[in-house]
Each structure stands twice: as structure tokens, then as C-alpha cells.
T-cell receptor, first 114, second 112 residues
């Protein structure tokens, strides 16, 4: 969905480095999410935010932190990257007013930790 | 943990044939959604079926939902090579409506 953008699209880093992945949306949605996808698996929820200053842990939050700087921006940080955080990372948004939780995804960031 | 399980994990068919993918889940749901993912790309929402609906159509897509069996199926009719992708079901639990719980997906290959 072109209304949800992620930067960078690809990143290779080394163990122990701090990494930030950024997500921006122009859909005007209040809810934003970060997921990770490992090969052959579905998506797993890392963190989610219902609005600015609202941050909630998902299924696999250890080793990650997030910041919701504005309604349109939600960034994911790996404070000290480790190899098993190598994965495809997706940001998504949804509109709480619809009640159905249909989510709109960004193109993904492929992260490799050496 | 993943709630949805999809079957088959991989499916290869000839262009023009129909493709059927199945999804099972474990808890009571508000709705069930199907998403498509082209290789290495983001997920695209295809169709949503509410828990009180049994069947829904959208173009060449037909989705069924059986809440008594906690299962759903996605049928793609008259498949095209461009339908080649991974397909995921995702459920919204009744008690956690903010969640979207994904299955592990079905990889569909449509041969020209």
C-alpha cells in the first residue's frame, strides 16, 4: 500500500549495532503496528500503538522498542541487534472506527544482522 | 503463538484451474481476513468475512467460513499466472479486537 511507507527497504548491520526502522502513513489511521516475518512463517506482532503516546507490547517485544512520534509516524528500534533478529519487518495501520481491524501494510524492510 | 494453520502449505496448478486454500483457527473470532503477499513484498488485504457470515464473493475470490468447525476456505477461480503469491488467513479474536493473528500461509504457484 503506497500510503504506508517504510525506510530503509534493506539494511545489513553487525551484531551489537543500534538500528532504527521508520514507518510513515498518509491514511489518517489511528492504529499502527510492527510485525516481523521469518521465512515460511506468518507475521508475528512486535508492538502496537492505538494513538500517539500509546504503546503496547505484542507477542515478541523483547529486544525491540518503539516510538510513536506523531499519528503518522511509528518507528521501531533494535537497541543492540543480534543475528536472530534477521527477518522481514512490516509496519501496518488500521482505522479503529471501522471495527474490523483490516490492516494496511507497508512494503517491508529486509534486515540482516551479521 | 500462531492461531491459524493453512493447508496446503504449497499448491501448484495450471493457469485456468481453480485454487482452494484452507485455514483453521482455535478461538472465537470477530472476523477472518485473507491477505496476499507477493514474494518479499507487503501484504495486501483481499477479503474479510464476519463471524455471522457463511460465504462472501469478490471478483474471482470466494471465501467460506464455518465457525462450528473453526475453518475457512479461499477459492480462486480461473487462476492466472499473476495470482502466484503466498496467501495468509488472519483472524481477529473476539476478546482482542486489536489483534490480527496470522497463519503460516499457502504458497500458490500458477503455471502458465
Amino acid at each position: 500500500d503506497a500510503d504506508v511507507t517504510q525506510t530503509p527497504r534493506n539494511r545489513i548491520t553487525k551484531t551489537g549495532k543500534r538500528i532504527m526502522l521508520e514507518c510513515s502513513q498518509t491514511k489518517g489511521h489511528d492504529r499502527m503496528y510492527w510485525y516481523r516475518q521469518d521465512p515460511g512463517l506468518g507475521l508475528r506482532l512486535i508492538y502496537y500503538s492505538f494513538d500517539v503516546k500509546d504503546i503496547n507490547k505484542g507477542e515478541i517485544s523483547d529486544g525491540y522498542s518503539v516510538s510513536r512520534q506523531a499519528q503518522a509516524k511509528f518507528s521501531l528500534s533494535l537497541e543492540s541487534a543480534i543475528p536472530n533478529q534477521t527477518a522481514l519487518y512490516f509496519c501496518a495501520t488500521s482505522d479503529s472506527l471501522t471495527g474490523y481491524n483490516e490492516q494496511f501494510f507497508g512494503p517491508g524492510t529486509r534486515l540482516t544482522v551479521l | 503463538s500462531q492461531q491459524g494453520e493453512e493447508d496446503p502449505q504449497a499448491l501448484s496448478i495450471q493457469e485456468g484451474e481453480n485454487a482452494t486454500m484452507n485455514c483453521s483457527y482455535k478461538t472465537s473470532i470477530n472476523n477472518l481476513q485473507w491477505y496476499r503477499q507477493n514474494s518479499g513484498r507487503g501484504l495486501v488485504h483481499l477479503i474479510l468475512i464476519r463471524s455471522n457470515e457463511r460465504e462472501k464473493h469478490s471478483g474471482r475470490l470466494r471465501v467460506t467460513l464455518d465457525t462450528s468447525k473453526k475453518s475457512s476456505s479461499l477459492l480462486i477461480t480461473a487462476s492466472r499466472a499473476a495470482d502466484t503469491a503466498s496467501y495468509f488467513c488472519a483472524t481477529v479474536p473476539v476478546d482482542s479486537s486489536y489483534k490480527l493473528i496470522f497463519g503460516s500461509g499457502t504458497r500458490l504457484l500458477v503455471r502458465p
